[in-house]
């Protein structure tokens, strides 16, 4: 099978994005856990040209995109809804009705609806999380979805989108997938989520480069700790009547995700409002130090207690659009419930580092990439197994390149282009922001 690889590039730049690359094919189409290493072949086969590596993206993007067809991934989303416009334009008994889909995860299952509003941008509609409020309650259910709160929440969510959040976009609005947990961060959600932004990114014409997340109360705690332990990931965030502990959701990991809270100056049940005044302090000493990165907003409506005036939170949301390279990171990789995300931007981890919570922070200036890594008492890490992520947009492959990590120069020549980059980067992400054609692992 590597020989079409080989063939591919012995061929001429025109041709190459025509080429039959029948082992990423098989590849892609084999389920994600029974996919074998990336085979050490396709590091081999290098790719001598920024053109060729354009060609290639493309390419591996085709494969990748065919394989999670065969693999059924499109028609695990809901297909995609017509628009309220739509629907209201229709006559009173003609309009379909509401029917929730469902998605399912370690045993568990969350109903959810999807819904459009507006018009599709010309890059793709936004896709927004937006997480109901209530949580979970003391008493044992006789089922995972026997709260009254949390379908009444639900419900709320669905009015929202009609009468307050902001068109031209795409509403993925789930009820919680077991009331006895009542949390919205769990792991069985985090694998949820990343379903549906894989999918939607594939099928459904989501751009993105907008993703978002916003929730209420218990949803925005989550709008809060997802993004916050996942950067890179998303546009922008936006949490409504709620705040949370930096260490859940570490502030320096909003470097390049922009958040919003609206909150009641009142609401100081479990000091809300106090954790929300110390958590944008913190991002506001960041900005300082950091002005191109940090973006925030803290709303505090003055009179209110929990309950809020719900709008200003999105509609601010969904200007933000998010930089899928940015020549700056800040990285504390820890654990959210039990998940440990592994990727920021161009930077990865090949596992889960053995001692939690990690720190890192990488830069690219011209042709050199400064990396610096530290354990949870500010000294050197060690045994941690970090890859780089490269192309011609960050920095010119063309030319040798300098890697030091904790001021150690690790690396100081070309890193070349490769097949096995492009398909390790775009199994990874799900995200053509997140492919690249060259990587450099290091430990």
């Keep these: 099978m590597i020989r079409h690889l080989i063939a591919g590039i012995l061929l001429s730049g025109a041709a190459r994005a025509a080429v039959d690359v029948t082992a990423l094919d098989t590849w892609f189409a084999t389920p994600p856990a029974e996919r074998r ?3 050490a072949e396709w590091s081999a086969l290098p790719l001598d040209t920024k053109e060729a590596a354009v060609l290639a993206v493309d390419r591996v993007w085709q494969s990748y995109r065919e394989g999670a067809r065969k693999l059924g991934w499109d028609a695990q989303l809901a297909p995609f809804p017509p628009t309220l416009e739509e629907i209201v334009a229709l006559p009173a008994d003609q309009r379909p009705k509401l029917s929730p889909s469902k998605l399912e995860a370690a045993g568990k299952t969350m109903p959810y609806v999807l819904l459009a509003k507006g018009k599709k941008p010309e890059k793709g509609w936004p896709l927004v999380i937006a997480l109901h409020g209530g949580g979970g309650t003391g008493e044992k259910l006789a089922h995972p979805h026997a709260w009254p709160v949390n379908t009444r929440e639900w419900q709320a969510q669905m009015a929202l989108f009609e009468r307050v959040y902001p068109g031209d976009a795409l509403y993925f609005i789930p009820r919680m997938a077991d009331d006895n947990d009542g949390r919205w961060y769990f792991d069985y959600c985090q694998e949820i989520y990343d379903q549906v932004i894989r999918r939607a990114i594939l099928f459904r014409g989501v751009d993105p480069d907008r993703i978002y997340i916003t929730g209420i109360s218990e949803g925005g705690y989550t709008a809060f700790r997802l993004p916050g332990n996942q950067p890179g990931r998303f546009a922008a965030a936006a949490a409504m009547a709620a705040a949370e502990p930096m ?11 922009p958040l919003r809270c609206d909150i009641g100056e009142n609401d100081t049940m479990f000091d809300r409002i106090g954790l929300a005044r110390r958590m944008f302090e913190k991002l506001g000493s960041l900005r300082e130090s950091d002005p191109q990165g940090y973006l925030h907003h803290l709303e505090v409506q003055k009179g209110r207690g929990h309950g809020i005036d719900y709008a200003g939170g999105p509609a601010w949301m969904v200007q933000q659009v998010r930089n899928p390279r940015p020549k700056k990171l800040a990285w504390t990789v ?24 990690v720190s890192i922070t990488a830069e690219i200036d011209g042709n050199a990439v400064a990396l610096n890594a530290r354990d949870k008492e500010g000294k050197p890490a060690s045994g941690l197994k970090l890859r780089v992520f490269l192309d011609d947009r960050l920095l010119d492959l063309d030319r040798p390149v300098t890697v030091t990590l904790n001021g150690r120069r690790v690396h100081d020549g070309k890193i070349p282009r490769t097949w096995a980059a492009l398909a390790r980067s775009t199994a990874a ?5 997140g492919v690249f054609s060259a990587e450099l692992p290091l430990k």
């Design 37 to 39: 290493e990336i085979p």
């Design 247 to 257: 260490e859940n959701a570490p502030p320096e990991n909003f470097r390049n995700t």
């Design 334 to 357: 820890q654990a959210l419930h039990h998940t440990v995300n592994l990727r920021n931007a161009w930077l990865s981890l090949d596992e889960a580092p053995a001692a939690l919570p």
């Design 429 to 433: 992400s799900g995200d053509p922001g």
